[in-house]
């Protein structure tokens, strides 16, 4: 939460830096430009946006025992809505899906509730658990932004800022384990077991989101607001990503 913070401090600073534009006159006075007549007509849009990242949860239980490299996949396609009194400044919208993926370390998750009335992760370092265990989600989402460029005739050579936040719906909730381990860690069994239930988790999450690229390529920041997991169905899980993103076309 405090890098996305920082995140947005940065974006609002430069924009306000930026703003103060001006051209130089045969006087050498300066002259504050008038964007209000920039021609917009060769101008990329941003359409499309992919995003890469790290996934991290901001969580109540410090026991949940997470390990690898878990990511995040999301990709909108998006419209520009420039100002026409300053068209640096615009509005995005847009529609796509976003993909979540966190690994588990000896760690058992019943996530259809067969055993239990709460999503638990289970510590199994003493009992049979699977070598590899990941928790996917998938959400359709429709991101809102309030954006900025610095130079909106050449966008591919200009500093570019957003702030916003997006809302999506929970389309897909799994848990996949791959080859059965007994306690010692010898295995059991080489196989794949997939179990998929939305039972614990929001329908709906709202997340802030930040933006900063140069050109095509940037950094992005997200902070879900709302928990991955219903009241009283297992402990308070807030997911955060931060990585690449790319936009252009």
């Known amino acids: 939460?405090?890098?996305?913070?920082?995140?947005?401090?940065?974006?609002?600073?430069?924009?306000?830096?930026?703003?103060?534009?001006?051209?130089?006159?045969?006087?050498?006075?300066?002259?504050?430009?008038?964007?209000?007549?920039?021609?917009?007509?060769?101008?990329?849009?941003?359409?499309?946006?992919?995003?890469?990242?790290?996934?991290?949860?901001?969580?109540s239980d410090n026991t949940i025992n997470s390990k690898g490299i878990p990511r995040t996949f999301n990709f909108y396609f998006m419209l520009d809505f420039p100002f026409k009194t300053d068209p640096r400044y615009s509005v995005?919208?847009?529609?796509?899906?976003?993909?979540?993926?966190?690994?588990?370390?000896?760690?058992?998750?019943?996530i259809a509730g067969l055993n239990n009335s709460t999503l638990l992760f289970k510590d199994a370092s003493n009992a049979e658990h699977f070598k590899k265990l990941k928790l996917?989600?998938?959400?359709?989402?429709?991101?809102?932004?309030?954006r900025f460029s610095s130079s909106p005739e050449t966008p591919n050579k200009s500093w570019k800022f957003a702030?916003?936040?997006?809302?999506?719906?929970?389309t897909s909730a799994s848990v996949k384990g791959k080859t059965l381990l007994n306690a010692t860690g010898g295995t059991i069994a080489n196989y794949t077991e997939k179990q998929k239930s939305k039972r614990f988790f929001n329908g709906s999450r709202l997340s802030?989101?930040?933006?900063?690229?140069?050109?095509?390529?940037?950094?992005?920041?997200?902070?879900?607001i709302t928990s991955l997991l219903k009241d009283g169905s297992g402990p308070s899980i807030n997911p955060f990503q931060i990585g690449i993103s790319i936009s252009g076309l």
């Open 136 to 146: 996917m989600t998938t959400y359709l989402e429709a991101p809102v932004e309030l």
């Open 163 to 170: 702030l916003g936040g997006k809302f999506g719906f929970l």
């Open 92 to 110: 995005g919208l847009g529609a796509g899906l976003a993909t979540d993926n966190m690994y588990f370390k000896n760690t058992t998750i019943d």
């Open 1 to 59: 939460m405090k890098k996305l913070l920082l995140l947005s401090l940065v974006v609002c600073s430069a924009s306000a830096l930026f703003a103060q534009d001006s051209t130089a006159t045969a006087t050498g006075k300066k002259k504050k430009k008038d964007w209000s007549k920039v021609s917009l007509a060769n101008r990329a849009n941003d359409h499309f946006m992919i995003q890469i990242g790290y996934l991290g949860w901001a969580t």
């Open 208 to 224: 802030a989101t930040a933006r900063i690229s140069y050109g095509v390529f940037g950094i992005y920041g997200a902070y879900q």
